[in-house]
């Protein structure tokens, strides 16, 4: 079983349409989680911290369940610019361990 | 501006040979990091290092080496050891090393064997 799960897609969807990326992880002891986006053959860019009482930036929330080993990323009234893969990022003890999940990637159609 | 330099963009390496990607940040950061990502992969852990003239093996060492003399650069050597090295290649760095601290990514290395 991998480290950090993530459904690789990809997503297709319409401007304006609400999309759910799940992301799950091994590590009960994880202490840190992350969604970071990825432009083609680019460097990833964080876009949020994941909280345990959840986050919200804009039009993207962000969740963490710590009982089932679940972070998911919500994202609202979609854009032709989040177009991106979508990068699911768990830190284990001491930040040294970070496990980069292999992204869902996300196509918004005009 | 603060940020980390990766170079060269684009490398090819011939059989037999040893290549050398550079990474260099003005950022003041501790820990620094190389990753291999291969297409529709996730990114891998090759080495890292805390601070200066002490680094660790990652997940994927075999067939790489590298240095860090300098706070500011972390070299990565891909030697003719590492038999599939074709993949797109960043160089990361964190102030402390701690959880919850952003990592800084170069713009990364595509390096491909002719």
């Known amino acids: 079983r991998k480290e950090v799960e993530q459904d690789p897609g990809p997503f297709n969807v319409p401007e304006g349409a609400t999309v759910a990326f799940n992301c799950t992880y091994s590590?009960?002891?994880?202490?840190?989680f992350f969604w970071y986006r990825q432009d083609c053959r680019k460097e990833p860019k964080l876009l949020m911290s994941?909280?345990?009482s959840g986050n919200e930036d804009g039009r993207f929330t962000a969740q963490l369940n710590r009982a089932s080993q679940y972070i998911s990323l919500l994202i609202r009234d979609s854009k032709l610019s989040d177009s991106a893969t979508y990068l699911c990022?768990?830190?284990?003890?001491?930040?040294?361990?970070?496990?980069f999940g292999a992204g869902t990637r996300l196509f918004v159609k005009a | 501006d603060g940020g980390i330099t990766q170079s060269p963009k684009y490398l090819f390496r011939k059989e037999g040979q040893n290549v050398t990607l550079s990474c260099e940040q003005n950022?003041?950061?501790?820990?620094m990091y190389w990753y291999r990502q291969d297409p529709g992969q996730g990114l891998r852990l090759i080495y890292y290092s805390q601070i200066v003239n002490d680094f660790q093996k990652g997940d994927i060492a075999e067939g790489y080496s590298v240095s860090r003399e300098k706070k500011e650069s972390f070299p990565l050597t891909v030697t003719s050891a590492q038999k599939n090295p074709t993949a797109f290649y960043l160089c990361?760095?964190?102030?402390?090393?701690?959880?919850?601290?952003?990592?800084?990514f170069g713009s990364g290395t595509q390096l491909s064997v002719l």
């Open positions: 590590n009960s002891a994880s202490q840190s």
């Open positions: 950022l003041n950061h501790d820990a």
């Open positions: 990361a760095s964190r102030e402390t090393g701690r959880t919850n601290e952003k990592l800084f």
């Open positions: 990022v768990v830190d284990n003890t001491g930040g040294f361990k970070t496990i």
């Open positions: 994941v909280y345990s």
